[in-house]
Structures are given as C-alpha cells and as structure tokens.
C-alpha cells in the first residue's frame, strides 16, 4: 500500500482551486488501446479469461448438502458436497444431460458450456433447472426433463393461508376478508376500503401507472402470526399522495408518448403514501384495542413478534430519522411500553432488531458510542447491555445460533493495522464475553450459511489477491473443504496489473482515507496520464474495492484508452465512526473535497499523475457527484459524465435525502444543488438520462440543461428514451462508447474513434 502524507493542507486547497489548465500536445488513441479496453469488459473477463471471479453455489434446503460450479478454460463443472462427510462429486452426468436438453430444446448443448448457472434443489431425486425463460424439473434417476408449472391468472395470489391452515387471507373490492377453510364461511374484516384506500396491499417501489387514471400493479401481503393467532394487514393510503411523470417515446408502433406516473415523494413532501398498520384477533374476528398512527411510507414501522406472548416489538421511526422508539405493545390491551429510544442530531441509519428465541432477549445495532455496535435489551429487566465494544464497525448480523447462545456477525476495522473496509465473520455469546475471530485471513469475507447454521461458504479475497472459496465450520472457523479458487493467470500475458490502494490525509488534516488506482497495461512511468474519478460518495456505502472481482467493474477499460483511474472513499461516507460519517450531514456538497485533495496528493508522490488534467464520471448519485465537480470545483476537475442523475435533492426519492439532507427541507438543498450553481461551469460535461427512469426521475437532467442553457453554458447532453435507471443491451454499449470518447477528445487530447466493434 502507498502511504501519502501532506502536511500543509491549507495550501492544498488553496493550490486546488486556483490551479489552472495545462496544455498538452496532441495525442493519439488507435483502435488497438479499444480492443485492449474491450478485452476487460465484464462479459468479455468473466469465465473467459478469468475464471471463478464469483461463486456459484447453493444449499440444499435441507442441509444435507450444497451444489457449487467451478469453472476454467474450456470447463464448466457442477459439483455437489455431502454434508457432514464433505464428499464432493458430480451434481449430475452434464454429458447425459447435455444429450437430453439438445433433444428438448432441438439445439446442440455441450456438456461443458450447459445453458444455466443456477440451480434449485428439490429433492434427492429431483433438481430444478431455469433454462431460456423456463424452468425445467430434472429427474436425477432418468434424466427425464419437464418443464414446471407457470403461474396463471387462476393462482390465488391474492390469498395468504394460516399456518395452522384454519384461515384464509384474502381482498376483495379493496377490502380485508377472511374464509375458513374448514365451513367455507366467509367473513368480512373492513367495509370501508376503495381504490387508493386499500386494505391488505402496500406501495411498490417500481408500480408504474400508464395513463392519468390508470391502474397500478395489484399487490396483496399480510403476515400471521405462528399460533394463527393474529393476522396483520396494512392500510395503504394514496388518496392525497402526489406523483411524478414520465413520457415514453420509445414504443415503435406508437407516434404520441405513453404517459406514465408513479406515486413518489420527494425532501419535505407531506402529500405522500401512508400506510396504517391494522391487526385482527383470529379469535373473535375482530380488531383489537392496538391503535398505531398512519406514517408516511418512507418511514414505516417495523414489527417483530415476541414468542410465548401476544406482544409485539415495534419499531417506529420519525420523519427525518433522527430519533426511533422501540416499543412493545401488547396486542390483546392495546398497550405500548417505551422500552427506549435511539436518537442523534445527524441521523438514525436503519434501526432494526433481532429477537433471540424465546430468551426474553433482542438484539439490535447501535451507534450510541461512536461506533456502530452490537447490544441486547433485556425484555424482563429492561436494561441495554453491549455485546461488542471498541473503536470497530460491525455491519450486520448474519446468524444466531439461540440453541448455544452465538450471534454471527461481519464487522470491519478490528484490527486497526490492516484496511478498515474488509469484512470479518465474528461471533459473541448472547451473554456478552469474549468477540471469536472466524475468518483471520487478510480480505474481504462474503459469507453464507448453512440453513442449519452448522456450516458456511466463505468467500474471500482482496482487490490484489484473487478469491479463495472454502466451507467452514461455523463453531470454530475452521476450513473443512476447499471449493475452488479464483484464476487470474491468463491475465499474466497482457502485463495487467490490479488496482494499487493508496492512503492520504482528508479535509481535517489528521485523518487517513482511502483509495485505489488502475493504471493501463502498457503503463509507461515516464509519461503523464490524465486522473479520472470513478465517484459514488452517497452516504450509504463506499467504493474502496475491496474485493478481486472488483478489478472489473469499469475502471480497468477505461485506464486503458491512456488513463489513471481512481476511486476514494472520503469523509461522510459508510462503514467507519459515526463522527467520520456524519462529516456529509447537510454538507453533500463537499463530499468531493477529499477527493480533490486526494488527487493532489497522488500527483505529489507520483511524476505520471497529471493533476491539471483531471476528469470524473459517476451515476445516479456519484453522476450528481460528477456534474457537482465542474460545478463546485470548477478549477480541478475538467471534464465530467454525469449519467441518470440526482443533480438537486429536493427533486430526488425522499427517504435518501431526509436520511442525510436532514428535514424539513432547508437551504442546505439549495446550497448542495447542481442547478443553483450551473453559472460556475468552466469544463466539459456531459449529462445522460434514461427517458423513463422511475428511479431518480429525469426533470432533474432536464432542469439543470434549463438552467446551463440560462447561463450561456455549452453542455452536451443525451436522452436514452427507452431506458431506466441502468442501461442495458445496445442501450449500454451506445453510452460507453461515449464516455470513453468524452473524455478522450476533451481529457486526454485525441481524435477518437465511434466505430469499434463489441
């Protein structure tokens, strides 16, 4: 690891904002450094020339085994593990099965290229295969193949079926019912529901609506309890909640656009969906005293049954985030005990919990000492104790084993000597005591466990070391069988290297950042390369790569046509102190400071760093991070790509922005808004959109190009009609080509070329 170190950072910034373009001569890009960008896209790296990048695996339901494929050059091989002898052999005949399936499908199948890459386990006689859109039943004993059963119109799938299997769930008209199945009778829960006032529904996060007076896609849930006892509906109300639109243009057969809309509330909004949850006593039919308050759906409550009793754990959240009570309220009184609230000036990032079995015990994440850690309340002394303590970052709980009393978690900078984004399997008694280290090795563990919990996958690696997948004893840690490994070795004869991590002083002049760099492979030391920023500083994750596959994700191709691409995590993002995180709180709009200082720091230590010529590229909010960079620090950053992005946070989805924008809304969105500051632009942009992206609507690109335009600005701008949030097919290939021929012409300094073949 590179170790950058500044120690008069005044002048850093002072030198980064007032530091001017340099003129470099021309140079050339050849259809030669595309067919090397070419080489290192995802489709043409995995399973070709690096083989294993990810795992393919499941468990069998029943524990008695898991299937995984391991693949290499001219092989794709499906094994199975028996459990607990950890003898490993064939899933199945693939030369048998590839003679059956080019019968089936009348097409020539090889045994070594067979056309899935899942499977589900249905039985020890019996796998499921999705193959071309269908899903297949394989027989293991006579390979006879045939296809599975397709939902129809004619599935209950507005039914939910008690689990003693006394009850059945149903809608009607709007309304909540109930039918026994054991008289037939059939009885009404509420009588007042209609359309946008509807019972046993809720609101979907992509339920387009084509027309002003359409319908949105039907949805049905409710939950039960395990004695059948209690049945649990929401009220989802969209009566006064405001939409958003969309145009589509991209219908051939049509000539006038498809209107679409979608109920979305933006920062600040009061008129949006709210949802009501409602309980009904499957004993008498009828709803108890328990009265909870509407909440608007991006701050919804969170229930978790408290077994042996009709109570509930209850989560519930303001608006804004700031504070979350947890509750437990008694189903049959009506009752609701504060047991405790979390609260912070800045922020309360996804409360959740965990009831421990019947041990009169939950467990819940906190950041209460500065860091996020593990607790449990005690339900009958009603006291919070720390299960885990120290200046570390636990992510989740992945397992708990309430039968010895383990609680399996990943956390990250425990050992304060190695990178703090790698994440480790840990596990803690429920009774607090000593934190057990089960996966020691130096990287980034991706872990999956056993349905039983006896056994989990561990797949680990770092952006340096290819992966290593192994099974492991969840007890102890230790490695009972290795799977397969990550091979990388073709790469060896194009002098590929992977990404470089290098470390540098953030905006406080004390605290040690992060990032990575990619360089091209005919990297030449005594040339200067122009520095582009692959940036995503949402608060809610980083980008360190912290593992092999990561390599591929886009910023090895693009090094290659004469870049150094590089990716940092700054202050204010995720998976460090809570005082580290909150550094974004109000202040998104300085998210890249510490990448501009970063950067200059990378160009002290390194002569090929050419810091005059420094271009960024992101998408959705790492696009708002791109058109903010020539925006906000227009003296530095030169050329930028901003795709499907959020450019004001006042036009974005609510929850994200409320979460660390805060709310009301104030004139901290003002201040962070791309638009307000289009005046400022210097460099070179590009904006993109998908015309019909429902997640970060399109009026945000449009409404900044409003804004360039009033200020005299020259822009380019492209419009995908048909597309959402991400690009696909052509779609995706058009927009990289011109991303990568955006910042050849106008960063790097040379004529490039469109037409180049896949």
Same mark, same amino acid.
């Given at each position: 690891?590179?170790?950058?170190?500044?120690?008069?950072?005044?002048?850093?910034?002072?030198?980064?904002?007032?530091?001017?373009?340099?003129?470099?001569?021309?140079?050339?890009?050849?259809? +030669?450094?595309?067919?090397?960008?070419?080489?290192?896209?995802?489709?043409?790296?995995?399973?070709?020339?690096?083989?294993?990048?990810?795992?393919?695996? %499941?468990?069998?339901?029943?524990?008695?085994?898991?299937?995984?494929?391991?693949?290499?050059?001219?092989?794709?091989?499906?094994?199975?593990?028996? !459990?607990?002898?950890?003898?490993?052999?064939?899933?199945?005949?693939?030369?048998?099965?590839?003679?059956?399936?080019?019968?089936?499908?009348?097409?020539?199948?090889?045994?070594?290229?067979?056309?899935?890459?899942?499977?589900?386990?249905?039985?020890?006689?019996?796998?499921?295969?999705?193959?071309? =859109?269908?899903?297949?039943?394989?027989? !293991? &004993?006579?390979?006879?193949?045939?296809?599975?059963?397709?939902?129809?119109?004619?599935?209950?799938?507005?039914?939910?079926?008690?689990?003693?299997? $006394?009850?059945?769930?149903?809608?009607?008209?709007?309304?909540?019912?109930?039918?026994?199945?054991?008289?037939?009778?059939?009885?009404?829960?509420?009588?007042?529901?209609?359309? !946008?006032?509807?019972?046993?529904?809720?609101?979907?996060?992509?339920?387009?609506?084509?027309?002003?007076?359409?319908?949105?896609? *039907?949805?049905?849930?409710?939950?039960?309890?395990?004695?059948?006892?209690?049945?649990? +509906?929401?009220?989802?109300?969209?009566? /006064?909640?405001?939409?958003?639109?969309?145009?589509?243009?991209?219908?051939?057969?049509?000539?006038?656009?498809?209107?679409?809309?979608?109920?979305?509330?933006?920062?600040?909004?009061?008129?949006?969906?709210?949802?009501?949850?409602?309980?009904?006593?499957?004993?008498?039919?009828?709803?108890?005293?328990?009265?909870?308050?509407?909440?608007?759906?991006?701050? &919804?409550?969170?229930?978790?049954?408290?077994?042996?009793?009709?109570?509930?754990?209850?989560?519930?959240?303001?608006?804004?985030?700031?504070? +979350?009570?947890?509750?437990?309220?008694?189903?049959?009184?009506?009752? $609701?005990?504060?047991?405790?609230?979390?609260?912070?000036?800045?922020?309360?990032?996804?409360?959740?919990?965990?009831?421990?079995?019947?041990?009169?015990?939950?467990?819940?994440?906190?950041?209460?000492?500065?860091?996020?850690?593990? #607790?449990?309340?005690?339900?009958?002394?009603?006291?919070?104790?720390?299960?885990?303590? =120290?200046?570390?970052?636990?992510?989740?709980?992945?397992?708990?084993?309430?039968?010895?009393?383990?609680?399996?978690?990943?956390?990250?900078?425990?050992?304060? /000597?190695?990178? *703090?984004?790698?994440?480790?399997?840990?596990?803690?008694?429920?009774?607090?005591?000593?934190?057990?280290?089960?996966?020691?090795?130096?990287?980034?563990?991706?872990?999956?466990?056993?349905?039983?919990?006896?056994?989990?996958?561990?797949?680990?690696?770092? #952006?340096?070391?290819?992966?290593?997948?192994?099974?492991?004893?969840?007890?102890?840690?230790?490695?009972?069988?290795?799977?397969?490994?990550?091979?990388?070795?073709?790469?060896?004869?194009?002098?590929?290297?992977?990404?470089?991590?290098?470390?540098?002083?953030?905006?406080?002049?004390?605290?040690?950042?992060?990032?990575?760099?990619?360089?091209?492979?005919?990297?030449?030391?005594?040339?200067?390369?122009?520095?582009?920023?692959?940036?995503?500083?949402?608060?809610?994750?980083?980008?360190?790569?912290?593992?092999?596959?990561?390599?591929?994700?886009?910023?090895?191709?693009?090094?290659?046509?004469?870049?150094?691409?590089?990716?940092?995590?700054?202050?204010?993002?995720?998976?460090?102190?809570?005082?580290?995180?909150?550094?974004?709180?109000?202040?998104?709009?300085?998210?890249?400071?510490?990448?501009?200082?970063?950067?200059?720091?990378?160009?002290?230590?390194?002569?090929?760093?050419?810091?005059?010529?420094? =271009?960024?590229?992101?998408?959705?909010?790492?696009?708002?991070?791109?058109?903010?960079?020539?925006?906000?620090?227009?003296?530095?950053? $030169?050329?930028?790509?901003?795709?499907?992005?959020?450019?004001?946070?006042?036009?974005?989805?609510?929850?994200?922005?409320?979460?660390?924008?805060?709310?009301?809304?104030?004139?901290?969105?003002?201040?962070?808004?791309?638009? /307000?500051?289009?005046?400022?632009? $210097?460099?070179?942009?590009?904006?993109?959109?998908?015309?019909?992206?429902?997640?970060?609507? *399109?009026?945000?690109?449009?409404?900044?190009?409003?804004?360039?335009?009033?200020?005299?600005?020259?822009?380019?701008?492209?419009?995908?009609?048909?597309?959402?949030? =991400?690009?696909?097919?052509?779609?995706?290939?058009?927009?990289?080509?011109?991303?990568?021929?955006?910042?050849?012409?106008?960063?790097? %300094?040379?004529?490039?070329?469109?037409?180049?073949?896949?």
């Amino acid at each position: 690891m590179l170790i950058i170190r500044k120690h008069y950072l005044a002048s850093v910034i002072c030198s980064c904002l007032i530091f001017g373009s340099t003129m470099t001569s021309a140079q050339t890009i050849t259809r +030669a450094d595309y067919a090397r960008a070419q080489s290192f896209l995802w489709q043409n790296i995995n399973n070709k020339q690096v083989f294993n990048l990810r795992l393919q695996t %499941g468990y069998f339901p029943d524990s008695t085994g898991l299937w995984y494929i391991d693949y290499g050059p001219g092989k794709k091989d499906f094994y199975r593990i028996d !459990l607990p002898s950890m003898e490993r052999k064939p899933l199945f005949d693939q030369q048998q099965l590839a003679d059956a399936l080019s019968n089936l499908l009348k097409d020539t199948i090889a045994a070594n290229a067979l056309p899935f890459d899942r499977v589900v386990y249905l039985n020890k006689d019996s796998l499921e295969l999705p193959i071309r =859109g269908q899903r297949y039943a394989l027989d !293991l &004993n006579t390979y006879h193949i045939s296809p599975q059963k397709k939902a129809t119109d004619d599935d209950p799938e507005n039914e939910s079926t008690s689990p003693d299997g $006394k009850w059945v769930a149903l809608t009607r008209d709007y309304n909540l019912f109930v039918r026994s199945t054991e008289t037939g009778e059939v009885h009404q829960l509420s009588t007042d529901g209609q359309r !946008l006032y509807e019972y046993g529904t809720y609101y979907g996060w992509g339920d387009l609506i084509e027309g002003e007076n359409g319908e949105r896609p *039907p949805h049905f849930h409710v939950d039960w309890s395990s004695d059948s006892r209690w049945l649990n +509906a929401d009220l989802c109300d969209m009566r /006064t909640a405001e939409k958003m639109y969309l145009l589509d243009w991209s219908v051939d057969t049509l000539y006038k656009p498809r209107l679409l809309s979608y109920y979305r509330g933006s920062p600040g909004d009061t008129t949006v969906v709210k949802m009501t949850p409602l309980f009904y006593d499957m004993q008498n039919l009828e709803r108890p005293p328990v009265r909870l308050p509407a909440r608007a759906y991006i701050a &919804n409550y969170s229930f978790h049954p408290i077994e042996g009793s009709n109570s509930l754990l209850v989560i519930d959240r303001d608006r804004g985030y700031k504070k +979350a009570d947890f509750l437990k309220v008694d189903l049959t009184t009506g009752e $609701k005990e504060l047991l405790f609230s979390e609260s912070s000036e800045t922020n309360v990032e996804s409360p959740d919990a965990r009831l421990f079995g019947q041990s009169g015990q939950f467990i819940f994440l906190s950041e209460r000492s500065g860091w996020k850690q593990l #607790y449990a309340f005690d339900l009958k002394k009603k006291e919070i104790r720390p299960l885990t303590q =120290g200046d570390y970052f636990v992510h989740r709980v992945v397992q708990t084993d309430e039968e010895k009393g383990w609680i399996y978690f990943l956390a990250s900078g425990m050992d304060q /000597t190695v990178n *703090p984004y790698f994440q480790y399997l840990y596990r803690v008694s429920i009774n607090g005591g000593a934190v057990h280290s089960l996966t020691p090795e130096t990287g980034h563990h991706i872990i999956r466990f056993s349905p039983d919990g006896r056994y989990f996958i561990d797949e680990y690696s770092t #952006y340096a070391q290819p992966g290593v997948f192994s099974l492991r004893e969840s007890l102890s840690g230790n490695v009972l069988l290795e799977l397969t490994k990550t091979d990388a070795s073709s790469l060896a004869g194009k002098n590929w290297s992977q990404a470089e991590s290098f470390t540098a002083i953030a905006r406080d002049g004390k605290t040690t950042i992060y990032g990575a760099f990619w360089k091209p492979t005919n990297f030449d030391p005594g040339k200067k390369y122009p520095i582009i920023d692959q940036s995503y500083t949402g608060p809610h994750t980083q980008v360190f790569p912290t593992r092999f596959e990561q390599n591929f994700f886009g910023a090895q191709e693009l090094a290659e046509l004469g870049f150094v691409v590089v990716s940092i995590d700054g202050m204010g993002t995720y998976g460090r102190s809570k005082a580290f995180h909150d550094v974004s709180y109000k202040n998104m709009g300085q998210n890249l400071l510490d990448h501009v200082l970063a950067i200059r720091q990378l160009g002290e230590r390194f002569a090929w760093a050419d810091t005059s010529r420094v =271009g960024i590229y992101g998408h959705s909010a790492g696009g708002y991070d791109a058109g903010h960079a020539v925006l906000a620090f227009p003296d530095f950053y $030169k050329v930028a790509v901003a795709s499907s992005a959020d450019h004001d946070f006042r036009m974005e989805k609510a929850w994200w922005p409320e979460m660390y924008m805060g709310w009301p809304v104030d004139s901290s969105y003002h201040q962070a808004s791309n638009i /307000t500051m289009a005046g400022n632009l $210097k460099g070179k942009l590009l904006i993109t959109h998908g015309g019909i992206d429902e997640n970060v609507n *399109p009026s945000a690109t449009f409404k900044l190009a409003e804004a360039l335009i009033k200020a005299d600005k020259e822009f380019d701008m492209l419009i995908l009609p048909s597309q959402h949030h =991400g690009y696909g097919g052509q779609h995706s290939v058009y927009f990289r080509k011109k991303r990568w021929n955006y910042f050849v012409e106008h960063l790097l %300094g040379a004529k490039p070329i469109w037409d180049i073949q896949e």
